[in-house]
């Protein structure tokens, strides 16, 4: 059963590439840099954490482009932030409370369960130590750009693809840590708010529903 669900991956891949490919000039993370240009950039992460340390790097290399940055401690952020500036969130919900708040209205959620994390990246489930993702929406007039992975490995390389990968398009991009840095895996588009709301459902008390998953581990 494994090897099935990665080979129905890789066929999804190789279905969505050419696609992908043909509208990247219009896709949303293909223009990342350009929409965060449109207002304040608040690079938000938990001080002393390795996440902090990325968000730092990331905040460096952004404003080594002309596109200064304020890192802000997860504990000071507030709704009311949203609609002035644009925000990137480095690190899941577990490390970031910012990302904790917001993480419903975008399209990468992560739960646990049996002592677990697990993180849905659109309509793929991901397990592991090494799979982070890319995800950036548009929220209540702010560009909401999260940076996140299953560990600090997954974080880190969603980190360095928001940077340099010139593959990404559409809202959401899984990447996986690799020795060199990363790769970056398939690209997808968000969901819908109704996608969204039926995830966040929990029949019987237990667990996050989401349809039509492919299911992705380190193996």
């Known amino acids: 059963m494994p090897y099935m669900r990665q080979l129905a991956a890789m066929l999804t891949f190789l279905l969505l590439t050419p696609i ?24 938000i992460a938990a001080p002393g954490s390795p996440d902090w340390e990325y968000a730092n790097s990331l905040a460096e290399a952004l404003a080594s482009v ?4 304020r890192i802000m401690p997860d504990v000071e952020f507030d709704l009311g932030m949203l609609g002035d500036v644009n925000i ?3 690190g899941g919900p577990i490390a970031n409370r910012a990302t904790k708040v917001l993480q419903r209205n ?3 959620m992560f739960y646990t369960e049996d002592n677990g994390v697990f993180m849905y990246a659109a309509t793929v489930k991901l397990t592991g130590a090494q799979w982070g993702a890319v995800n950036m929406e548009e929220i209540s007039g702010s560009w909401i750009v999260l940076l996140a992975g299953i560990t ?10 928001f ?9 959401v991009a899984i990447v996986r840590a690799r020795d060199a840095g990363y790769s970056v895996y398939i690209c997808l588009p968000a ?9 966040l459902m929990k029949p019987r008390g237990a667990g996050v529903v989401a349809v039509g998953l492919i299911e992705l581990s380190d193996g």
């Open 20 to 43: 992908a490919l043909a509208l990247c000039s219009e896709d949303t993370l293909y223009q990342r840099f350009e929409l965060l240009l449109g207002r304040k950039i608040v690079v």
């Open 163 to 171: 940077l340099e990968a010139r593959n990404l398009h559409h809202e």
């Open 152 to 161: 600090r490995n997954g974080t880190k390389a969603a980190v360095k693809a």
């Open 66 to 69: 002309g596109m200064p940055c």
């Open 191 to 199: 969901l819908s708010q109704a996608e969204k709301e039926r995830r």
């Open 88 to 90: 990137i969130l480095v």
């Open 106 to 108: 975008l399209s990468v």
